[in-house]
DNA sequence: AAAGTCTTCAACCGCCGGCGA
DNA sequence: CTCGCCGGCGGTTGAAGACTT
């Protein structure tokens, strides 16, 4: 049996609402409220159907509506929520206040999508795009002086370190962070000892499930490229969480390529497949990222916001590539920013790089800093 | 200045789940 | 239990404006 349509569509009309339209909408629900969408606009003196002025209404004409761009934040949160809930825009929707999941959605596929297939990340994975990367460079390179032992699975996108359980706790830190920061902070402070260390524990399980014996006290890096500006991401791994003091080089400053060496006790698990790479206070104060700024200029500053945050996580293990040719298939057809540093900078250009930086940060183990993930 | 192309986003469409009769 | 209604959701469309040639 047919369902029979939301409503009488004869006679009523489509497109784009006028503003006499608009006002009758906005006159009946103050007086009467949001209730029956139904009946809502023969109540209401309106030819249009009730989906329709539902729509209008929560998508555009409602009081709390927040206009306007987004800014760097709610873009931050729209790909963290996004690379946990998927196209689940209402529930995105329901964690930035004042924006519909119509105008998240529009936003993402309008700005973020494009900027993140831009820099090579895909979309819906939020993994860097393989097909885009050069692997065979990767592979020969002094990355993961371990042959090719390690999966790429593990490699790039450290998938391996999720499973379902995961993303609904995440899901459900999240929901903690944006209906009390409060209390979030409270718990992710609680539990920063042992979510570091039980991260630690299941990346060596990963490695080791890999047949890949853990790289203790080894620099595992990659070949760098001689772009300029790059960033890095350093994790000591597996050794105890350090704080590094700005302006101070953690390892010899004239090298660009190094491959396993040892720097006392510090053991890290470093990644520079990013050149153009931001750190952003923002995220910082969320995650505590800890950001290792490797400059060709050798000058390798590490930014972070709070020098008390002794915080190290697993993030970005993965850079995402934006910029290199280097490191993408040069004969992809895929469109290629490259940002150098002799580029004039764009505010378009400031939010690539700050969604590129952005996005690899929010790598798994971000989430996994919340102590309800262990 | 005009034509063509691209981008944006409000609005529509169809489907789905919850709920009550 | 089944059916129909309703609200909500995600995907898609197309008009309008912006930009390029």
Redesign the pocket.
């Known amino acids: ?7 009488d ?1 004869n006679g009523l ?5 006028t503003t006499e339209e ?1 006002q009758k909408l906005i006159e009946y629900i103050q007086k009467h409220g ?7 606009p023969k109540n209401a003196g309106l030819q ?5 002025c ?3 209404w ?4 409602r009081p709390d509506i927040k ?1 306007g ?1 987004f800014s760097l934040e709610e873009e931050d949160t729209i790909i963290q929520l996004h690379s946990i ?10 964690h930035l206040p004042g924006r ?4 998240i ?3 993402w ?3 973020i999508r ?1 900027r993140l297939l831009r820099m090579g990340i895909d979309p819906v994975t939020h993994n860097p795009r393989l097909d885009l990367l050069d692997l065979s460079s990767i592979l020969n390179s002094s990355l993961y002086n371990v042959s090719s032992q390690m999966s790429t699975t593990s490699l790039f996108g450290l998938r391996p370190l999720f499973n379902p359980e995961l993303l609904r706790l995440a899901t459900s830190l999240l929901s903690t962070r944006a209906e009390n920061p409060n209390l979030f902070m409270q718990n992710l402070q609680q539990n920063q000892l042992s979510s570091s260390t039980q991260i630690e524990n299941q990346l060596t399980h990963v490695l080791q499930s890999s047949q890949i014996q853990p790289p203790v006290h080894n620099i595992l890096t990659c070949t760098t490229t001689t772009t300029t500006n790059t960033a890095t991401t350093c994790i000591p791994f597996p050794s105890e969480p350090q704080v590094m003091e700005p302006n101070k080089e953690p390892y010899p400053s004239n090298t660009t390529d190094f491959d396993a060496q040892n720097f006392g006790d510090q053991s890290w698990l470093s990644c520079d497949f990013v050149e153009e790479y931001v750190s952003q206070p923002s995220f910082n104060d969320f995650y505590g990222t800890e950001i290792m700024d490797v400059n060709s200029s050798q000058n390798s500053t590490f930014r972070s916001n709070d020098s008390s945050n002794q915080n190290f996580n697993i993030a970005s293990v993965f850079s995402t590539p934006s910029s290199s040719p280097k490191l993408l298939n040069s004969n992809s057809n895929s469109a290629f920013v490259n940002s150098s540093s002799t580029t004039t900078t764009t505010a378009e250009d400031e939010r690539e790089s700050y969604c590129s930086s952005m996005i690899t940060k929010f790598r798994i183990p971000d989430i996994l800093r919340g102590s309800e993930f262990m």
């Open positions: 049996m047919g369902r029979a349509p939301c409503c569509k009309k489509k497109g784009p609402w608009d949001s209730g029956n969408w139904r009946t809502l249009r159907c009730g989906k329709s539902r729509l209008r929560t998508n555009y004409l206009r761009r809930l998927g196209n689940k825009w209402s529930a995105i929707a329901a519909t999941d119509n105008e959605k529009n936003y596929n309008t700005h494009k």
